[in-house]
C-alpha cells in the first residue's frame, strides 16, 4: 500500500534561516513518483516538484532544494534563506505503477517564517 | 486556460440537506479526483475517475456520490450532509500515468450546521 509520513506538524524559523521539511514513503512498487505541493494561506495547491524513482539526483531550483534518497524512502525539502512569503503549508505526495490513478498525499507540515 | 474549476467556494448546510459540489476542468484530462482537507490529515481521496463513465472508491467515500459522463466535468454529491462532512473539498484533474502532477480547482469550503 502506498502511504506518506510527514513527521513534522509544524515547523516555526526565523526569516533567513535554513529549514528542511521531512518526507519518508511507503510503496511496493519499483516505479513511483514523488511530488510535493505548496499551499499558502490564499488556500490555493500549488506543485513544486515531480521526482521519478529512478533519479537520485538532488534538484536546486534557487533557494528550494529537495534531496532523494530511495535507501531511507525519503524525498526532503530544504528552504534555504526563508522568507516570510514562504509561510505555508507544504505536502509532500506519492504516486506508482500500481495505483497510479491515485495520488496519496501526507498530513502536511505547517511551516511559519517570522521575520 | 480556466484549468480546474470548482464552484460554489463556500457552502453551509444543515445536516441532513443535500448538495452537489461542481468540477469541470478545460485540459483534456483523463484522472479526476475529489479530496477532502481536514486539520492534521493532509488531503484524503474521496472518489475518483479515470476517464468518462468510470468511478471508483477513494480512502472516505461514505457519504458521497459522484458521477462521469463527460471528460470535463466530475461532481461530488453529498446525499445527507452531516456535521463530520465539514471540510475544504479540492477538485484535481491530471493527466494520463502515474507521472502527472495534480491541478487542482480552488477549493470548496462546506459547513454543515
Known amino acids: 500500500a502506498q502511504k506518506v509520513t510527514q513527521a513534522q506538524t509544524e515547523i516555526s524559523v526565523v526569516e533567513k534561516e535554513d529549514v528542511t521539511l521531512d518526507c519518508v514513503y511507503e510503496t511496493r512498487d519499483t516505479t513511483y513518483y514523488l511530488f510535493w505541493y505548496k499551499q499558502p494561506p490564499s488556500g490555493e495547491l500549488v506543485f513544486l516538484i515531480r521526482r521519478n524513482s529512478f533519479d537520485e539526483q538532488n534538484e536546486i531550483s534557487g533557494r528550494y532544494s529537495w534531496n532523494f534518497q530511495k535507501s531511507t524512502s525519503s524525498f526532503n525539502f530544504t528552504i534555504t534563506a526563508s522568507q516570510v512569503v514562504d509561510s505555508a503549508v507544504y505536502f509532500c505526495a506519492l504516486s506508482d505503477g500500481e495505483y497510479g490513478n491515485k495520488l496519496v498525499f501526507g498530513a502536511g507540515t505547517i511551516l511559519r517564517v517570522k521575520s | 486556460n480556466a484549468g480546474v474549476t470548482q464552484t460554489p467556494k463556500f457552502q453551509v448546510l444543515k445536516t441532513g440537506q443535500s448538495m452537489t459540489l461542481q468540477c469541470a476542468q478545460d485540459?483534456?484530462?483523463?484522472?479526476m479526483s475529489w479530496y477532502r482537507q481536514d486539520p492534521g490529515m493532509g488531503l484524503r481521496l474521496i472518489h475518483y475517475s479515470v476517464g468518462a463513465g468510470i468511478t471508483d472508491q477513494g480512502e472516505v467515500p461514505n457519504g458521497y456520490n459522484v458521477s462521469r459522463s463527460t471528460t470535463e466535468d466530475f461532481p461530488l454529491r453529498l446525499l445527507s450532509a452531516a456535521p463530520s462532512q465539514t471540510s475544504v473539498y479540492f477538485c484535481?484533474?491530471?493527466?494520463?500515468?502515474?507521472?502527472?502532477?495534480?491541478?487542482f480547482g480552488q477549493g470548496t469550503r462546506l459547513t454543515v450546521v
Open positions: 484535481a484533474s491530471r493527466g494520463q500515468g502515474p507521472n502527472t502532477e495534480a491541478f
Open positions: 485540459m483534456n484530462h483523463e484522472y
